[in-house]
């Protein structure tokens, strides 16, 4: 049974158990590869290639791996049924979407069945030294636990896709993020793209006074004063910082 396959959709949820009311775990853009571990009537039970989160997805018709050749470098790309402005089809392709062009017409690209404007990728093979410099871009996009896109993010998927833009490999979850950058830092000497965790929450330093976040109780991402953000969450979450990283 063919079992490896890619995500030709904008945005999929993946379900913690095989009912579309269960806990939305994360989200698959359009690009993301993944392994059918087990094919049941209405989900599939799959392994993300990017991150190797396992859980559930609608079973529909995906499309074979993809092999990207650019990526997404704005918040949400408009695209297009052809390669003119005045064909908008109304959906969109989130940030950090790989897709595979095949050709160039003007100002666009074409991939898929869609349009995108040329403006709206960059080769998948670009990096940027500053690691976060696009996470202003999600300011003041709405929480949503689970979420990875401009409809909705949540505060480690927000360190996620910035890293996989600059193609680092981060893994998913606050707690194993954690884990996996290993320099510490004291939380004295802290510096731009810094990253701040607290038990089952993170933020990324702007600089030493200013963090960027995915703030559940503000239910936004925000800006905000480092020193008055751990106050806060000491004050009405009880968590102290167990650690601040440095990549």
Request: charged share 30%.
């Amino acid at each position: 049974m063919k079992n490896n396959f890619g995500n030709n959709l904008p945005i999929i949820n993946l379900y913690k158990k095989k009912n579309i009311k269960s806990k939305i775990d994360t989200q698959l853009l359009y690009g993301d590869n993944f392994k059918v571990k087990k094919k049941l009537k209405n989900f599939l039970k799959i392994k993300i290639k990017k991150d190797g989160y396992v859980g559930f997805i609608k079973n529909k018709n995906y499309c074979d791996p993809i092999k990207p050749n650019f990526k997404v470098c704005v918040l949400k790309a408009m695209l297009y049924s052809e390669p003119s402005l005045k064909s908008k089809i109304g959906k969109f392709l989130p940030f950090e979407s790989r897709i595979k062009v095949l050709k160039r017409f003007g100002i666009f690209s074409k991939f898929d069945k869609y349009w995108i404007k040329n403006s709206d990728i960059t080769k998948t093979n670009s990096k940027n030294k500053n690691i976060f410099k696009d996470i202003k871009i999600f300011k003041n996009i709405r929480y949503l636990w689970g979420g990875k896109s401009y409809k909705g993010i949540d505060c480690s998927a927000l360190i996620q896709v910035c890293l996989n833009q600059n193609n680092k490999f981060c893994p998913r979850d606050s707690k194993d993020q954690e884990r996996y950058f290993k320099k510490k830092i004291n939380i004295k000497n802290i510096r731009k793209n810094d990253i701040i965790f607290w038990k089952g929450h993170v933020a990324v330093a702007l600089s030493k006074s200013k963090l960027i976040h995915a703030y559940g109780p503000m239910k936004k991402v925000v800006v905000m004063n480092i020193k008055k953000t751990i106050n806060r969450i000491k004050r009405t979450a009880n968590l102290e910082v167990t650690s601040v990283r440095r990549i």
